[in-house]
């Protein structure tokens, strides 16, 4: 009998373990989410550990889709504040640039660590976008901007220091 509770106990800790290392990512979006992580090894970000900390990367047809109310893209939370989910709404795979900008703002929430930089001005992590073709427009710039600007950047950048040189008499 103690050996079948053993058994037990080992396989429903193995199976917790490996359940808590996956994170179902939707095929549409995971060729923005390789995109998003190359920007983050080229400034320097650590990416791995936040995205095992998710459950999903999906499409969903459960965010609003009216007018004056559309809600493009969220992140969803655990009871402890945690983001746990992130969800971009059907509607913005209407055209490939508005899904990719959408996806970007949602993976800076997580990935980033980054809130809403303004309430409509034409960069990424709006509220929201007059036009999401000008943000596209400006792609490399407002991508530059979304990294250098994030609170995870700065905060690495915070952390190098920097050392005094000290005077020397030649």
Aim: with cysteine; hydrophobic share 40%.
């Amino acid at each position: 009998m103690k050996i079948k509770l053993f058994l037990l106990c080992l396989f429903t800790s193995c199976f917790t373990l490996t359940s808590q290392e996956t994170v179902d990512i939707d095929g549409r979006l995971q060729p923005l989410l390789n995109d998003f992580f190359q920007y983050c090894d080229t400034y320097g970000i650590e990416y791995h550990e936040k995205l095992f900390q998710l459950k999903n990367i999906d499409i969903t047809n459960n965010l609003p889709v009216e007018e004056g109310n559309t809600v493009m893209g969220m992140v969803t939370r655990d009871k402890n504040g945690a983001i746990e989910n992130i969800l971009i709404n059907w509607v913005a795979l209407v055209d490939p640039e508005i899904t990719k900008v959408v996806a970007f703002h949602e993976f800076a929430h997580h990935f980033l660590d980054y809130k809403h930089t303004c309430p409509d001005c034409d960069e990424i992590m709006a509220v929201n976008n007059s036009s999401y073709f000008n943000v596209v427009r400006d792609w490399d710039s407002q991508v530059k901007k979304l990294f250098v600007t994030s609170p995870v950047y700065i905060a690495k950048q915070a952390k190098v220091s920097f050392v005094e040189p000290q005077d020397s008499e030649y």
